[in-house]
């Protein structure tokens, strides 16, 4: 057998086999992500940024309108991708803080609503999103709205609402609305949706899923607003079971291997076999008793990093902050090693009572 025979057998049993060729290409894809993902990243969100405004923008007419007069939502240093870095606000007696922190993509999103006609009426909204940005962006736009425009109808027709059942219904109904759109776009994303309802001295919270708040009231202690809603409870545990689902560990307890918390606006796929649930618990507190000096509304990516308790204790001694408190304990977050967008709403009642009333801050 001549020389060049031999090395043309050996060039076939080698270079041309199967394996050889898979190798190839895994080391080839592993030096693309390694040394080029960024760029990769940048072209994946242009091109998912693209497909949600294309997607609110194909809503039926009418669906996504102006916010009600009074609600304030601030997007600030964008990023090369287009989506936002960071978001701050600062008006009458609420800020807001919120960055991207190491996350690919900013889901969170945040909203709220004082109604201008001295009513009395104010909702403070926080919406982390997952599986996109879709399922906040739409809660977002619409929730605060929809539960305005009841409480004021019912305000004027009957001189008093049930805020608890408005709430509820309307949480629901949104979640039906985007579930409609999310299932003929074929959108898997869904978010969380803490609410909170001030009207006079009740405050009535609404939440589903695992974002949270806590109060500071007039003696300094730590009053919570929400409890998370985590597969491993017990209550949810035996809900989805009883649904024919299964909660597994990866990292923290997820709904068949999948979403860490149990109860989210969208999620279709899970939603339609009622392993999740977009069913909000409800909490009720008469200010005028607990007399609060501040609350705090914020995403999960606070709570990765903070305790009730902790948080309280580092938001009170920052309330004369120009954020009172809410850009220092969201950067800290990120310093202790929060993985995930943190967003953090921090309601000051001191500062609606200096000099008897507190004059428009304007926005930051």
């Known amino acids: 057998m001549t020389l060049l025979a031999v090395v043309s057998r050996l ?10 060729v898979a190798f190839v290409v895994a080391v080839l894809f592993l030096y693309s992500y390694v040394f080029h993902r960024d760029q990769l990243r940048s072209v994946f ?5 693209s497909v949600q405004n294309s997607r609110l923008s194909a809503l039926p007419n009418g669906q996504i309108t102006g916010r009600i007069p009074g609600a304030g939502s601030v997007n600030s240093d964008r990023g090369n991708d287009g989506g936002p870095k960071q978001w701050e606000l600062r008006k009458d007696n609420v800020a807001v803080y919120s960055i991207q922190g190491r996350r690919p993509r900013m889901e969170d999103r945040y909203d709220f609503v004082h109604d201008q006609n001295h009513s009395g009426v104010a909702i ?23 539960v305005m425009a009841r409480v004021l109808k019912a305000l004027l027709k009957d001189g008093k609402a049930n805020h608890s059942q408005i709430l509820i219904e309307e949480i629901l109904s949104l979640d039906e609305k985007f ?5 003929s776009n074929n959108d898997v994303a869904g978010t969380t949706a803490l609410v909170a309802l001030l009207s006079g001295n009740e405050l009535t919270v609404a939440n589903v899923g695992d974002s949270r708040g806590v109060m500071c009231d007039h003696e300094g202690r730590t009053v919570p607003l929400s409890f998370d809603h985590k597969p ?15 909660i597994t560990f990866n990292g923290v307890w997820r709904v068949a291997g999948i979403l860490a918390t149990s109860r989210a606006i969208g ?12 069913d909000p618990d409800i909490q009720t507190f008469d200010l005028s008793e607990l007399k609060p000096q501040f609350l705090i509304l914020a995403t999960d990516g606070l709570w990765d990093a903070f305790s009730n308790e902790e948080a309280v204790m580092y938001v009170k001694e920052r309330l004369d902050e120009p954020h009172f408190g809410a850009k220092s304990i969201v950067l800290q977050a990120y310093y202790r090693g929060s993985l995930d967008n943190i967003t953090v709403m921090v309601l000051n009642f001191k500062a609606a009572t200096v000099n008897g009333s507190k004059k428009d801050e304007g926005e930051i």
């Open 45 to 49: 969100n242009r091109a998912r940024v």
């Open 124 to 146: 403070y909204g926080i919406f982390d999103g997952h599986g996109g940005a879709f399922a906040a962006d739409f809660t977002e736009k619409l929730l605060s709205q929809s």
């Open 232 to 246: 491993h409870l017990p209550q949810e545990r035996k809900r989805i079971k009883k649904a024919g689902g299964f």
């Open 179 to 183: 579930l409609t759109v999310a299932r």
């Open 11 to 20: 060039i076939r049993n080698t270079v041309f086999k199967y394996e050889t």
């Open 267 to 278: 999620d279709y796929p899970l939603k339609d076999r009622k392993f999740v649930v977009a």
